[in-house]
């Protein structure tokens, strides 16, 4: 079955980097776009980022220049480096295979002041 099992969240300082893993089983990972997506409490999910099987990426205008998105297809994993994280940033971080139902359970990143 599907799975997409999110990594690498955790706290940071306001300024710092974290690099968030999704690892991907379940479906042909190599000829799908994957996303990112962020979520704050009560609020709705927003995409942070796209990668296509190309490498095409996309970036809400919020994070262009500070976030990167790759993906690793030997390893079925998609990646998202985030630099110069803001305090505002502190969500649970989910990835999405394409545009389905199936979701990763998220990791929590928090950002402080």
């Known amino acids: 079955q599907v799975q997409l099992v999110e990594s690498g969240g955790g706290l940071v300082q306001a300024g710092g980097t974290l690099r968030l893993s999704c690892a991907a089983s379940?479906?042909?990972?190599?000829?799908?776009?994957m996303r990112w997506y962020r979520q704050a409490p009560g609020k709705q999910r927003d995409m942070v980022a796209r990668i296509t099987s190309g490498n095409s990426t996309d970036y809400a205008d919020s994070v262009k220049g500070r976030f990167t998105i790759s993906r690793d297809n030997a390893k079925n994993t998609v990646y998202l480096e985030m630099n110069s994280l803001k305090p505002k940033e502190t969500d649970v971080y989910y990835c999405?295979?394409?545009?389905?139902?199936?979701w990763g359970r998220g990791t929590q990143v928090t950002v402080s002041s």
């Open positions: 379940g479906f042909l990972f190599r000829t799908s776009t």
């Open positions: 999405r295979w394409s545009v389905t139902d199936y």
